[in-house]
């Protein structure tokens, strides 16, 4: 079978119909004639095309290949918006993983609502992902290797050369007379993919010369066989699932099969847009996690997440940022103040609603626990520590030093968010003073949303 801009319409066919295509353009050859084929296909294509190129800023020849693909994009007519990146690699960490969830990293945020993101990855790539992965050791999902079509982010990412080979996309470039760059890092053999390539694709191939279709076709089964468990694990989900905060009941979670546990995991995490955790990892969220005493407050992280414990529930988050609860704000009577490390903001406002107060300078200011202090809560005529009036509210254990006091005069007049204090009450301003914290974070325990039955 050969290479041609009628076969790429006829995979391109097979999917929903895109706001537009954005072609990710290195300027090496499989994604060249990717770029050129859909040009060659002008006005079949049902939506417009642009192209964006990423240096990764890790060779000192990327700049030159960052004009290539500028002087191509502009040949060709078509929009090209280059991204540059200087990245540098902790010791110990994967250069290849580093540079790609850098490069989906600029093409998640520029891609636009319903856009379909087309990549250049072949037969002969997902065979070399298939071999990766079973030298990992990796379950199901990771033998399905690379998806023909995935959501992503606002939009669709697709990869419609899945069923080429490199040899076929090198002729149909050659027969079109296309030019492109050679990368020289792609002979380096030090890197497991370039090894594979290079040292032990040939040899399987001497011996099965039809090796990548078949291993292509493998991963499609296994993709076929994940797809099937997976919908078979979104019943058990749903039923352990809160869609309130995203959380999952752990005494239901242990309940269920230790079988189910592990792929139950996977499947929660993955929709949550997180990077899926090693077998290690998972192990640990099970024994050191779901395991632990009801009163803990256990913590296992990877690379861009962390999964927490709060009594019966599971909250899978975002690493928190570094946080100082030394740090203070003077409030001078702004609609708005923003609060350190990633807590949001605070909007003051009058009970009528209307933005802005006037308040006497130097009285009034926002702080955070740091162990200790105590309040009169208005109403209840009892002094008592802030400490468990956090925990009376619900306020997840990792949120407590990060929640914004109201000072007035050197007492706490207000735990904002969970209630007021008796300073607050002496203080005239705010009886007309409504204070709403916008925190993007969870940081307090949302009621379980009522399943029908």
Known sequence: MSFSPDHLLNTLSKFSLPTGYLIGFSGGMDSHVLLYAMVVLGERLPAPLRAIHVDHGL????????????????????????????????????????????????????IRPGEMLLTAHHQDDQAETLLLQLLRGAGLSGLAAMPELTRFDKGIHARPLLDSTRNELTRYATDVGLHWIEDASNQDIEFDRNYLRHQVVPLLKARWPAMSRTLSRSAGHCAEADRLIEALLSRELEQIHDPADGTLCVSLLNALPAGQLAALLRLWIGR???????????????????????????????????????????????????????HSLVWRGESELSLPAGLGTLRFQDNQGVAGVSPEPGRYRIRFRQGGETCRPLGRGINKKIKHLLQEAGVLPWMRERVPLLEVDGEIAEIIGVCRCEPDGQAPIFRHLKITWNCPLPWRRQPPVKKPD
């Open 59 to 110: 060779q000192s020849q990327s700049t030159t290949w960052a004009g290539h693909c500028q002087s191509v994009c502009r040949k060709l007519n078509i929009p090209l918006e280059t991204f540059s990146l200087q990245l540098k690699p902790i010791k110990g960490e994967s250069l290849e993983a580093v540079a790609r969830e850098a490069r989906y990293g600029v093409l998640a945020r520029e």
């Open 272 to 326: 949550s847009g997180y990077a899926l955790p090693g077998s290690a990892i998972l192990e640990r969220i099970i024994t050191e996690v779901l395991g632990s005493r009801l009163d803990g407050n256990p913590l296992v992280s990877w690379r861009g997440a962390e999964i927490r414990r709060y009594r019966d529930r599971l909250y899978l988050m975002s690493p928190l940022p570094s946080f100082d609860p030394c």
